[in-house]
Each structure stands twice: as structure tokens, then as C-alpha cells.
């Protein structure tokens, strides 16, 4: 098991840029793959990004690339979500969720979450 803490959330201006944490607990953070979602008010929970066991691969929904890049840091237990040319559209509350067996855009296919860290883009 694993449990999942985000971090780095705030208020910043269309423009800005924000970097998210999500640190885990546990020795076995190598082989779980990890990925970011957003949940706006109102709205389903949707992917964001993931990244695999190693950090070899990743993938991203259409709306950030180009913007965010996820990246991990394995001695760290750590996977990081930089976002960049934030616009007001990606309010939301932004959870990192873990999962066995190779990366997912499935919110469902993920077995643990993290508490969530809200973003606020103003315009």
C-alpha cells in the first residue's frame, strides 16, 4: 500500500507557473505508475498526465501539452507535476494517484489517491 501526499498547490495569475509534489510513502514508490488528475467544480475528475514505473514514458491529455511536464524522482519517492502558461481553465483541485501494471488516462484503473491540492488561475 501506498499513501500519497500532494503539495504546491496556490492562487497564481494566467501566465504563471506552479510546480505540484506528491510524495509517497513506502519503499515500493519504483514500481507503481503515477498519474496526475483535476477535478473543477461541477465537473468529473479528468487525466491530466501520467508517467511510468522508470520515468521512460509519459503521456499527457491534449489540453496541456506543450505546458505541463510530469516527471518522478525515484530516491525521492516523489512525482512532480510542472505547470506551465497556466490559464484560468485549469482550476482545479489536482489529485496524483498510483496504480499497478502500466500507465492509465483512467481515473478508476488507479488504486490510491492523494487528499488533493487545489490550483487557482486568475485571469
Known amino acids: 500500500q501506498v499513501q500519497l501526499v500532494e503539495s504546491g498547490g496556490g492562487l497564481v495569475q494566467a501566465g504563471g507557473s506552479l510546480r505540484l509534489s506528491c510524495a509517497a510513502s513506502?519503499?515500493?514508490?519504483?514500481?507503481?505508475?503515477m498519474g496526475w488528475f483535476r477535478q473543477a467544480p461541477g465537473k468529473d475528475r479528468e487525466f491530466v498526465a501520467t508517467?511510468?514505473?522508470?520515468?521512460?514514458?509519459?503521456y499527457y491529455t491534449d489540453s496541456v501539452k506543450g505546458r505541463f511536464t510530469i516527471s518522478r524522482d525515484n530516491a525521492k519517492n516523489t512525482v512532480y507535476l510542472q505547470m506551465n502558461s497556466l490559464k484560468p481553465e485549469d482550476t482545479a483541485v489536482y489529485y496524483c494517484?498510483?496504480?499497478?501494471?502500466?500507465?492509465?488516462?483512467?481515473?478508476?484503473?488507479?488504486?490510491?489517491w492523494g487528499q488533493g491540492t487545489q490550483v487557482t488561475v486568475s485571469s
Open positions: 494517484a498510483a496504480r499497478f501494471g502500466g500507465p492509465s488516462t483512467t481515473w478508476s484503473a488507479y488504486n490510491y
Open positions: 513506502g519503499r515500493t514508490f519504483s514500481s507503481y505508475d
Open positions: 508517467i511510468t514505473l522508470s520515468g521512460g514514458r509519459t
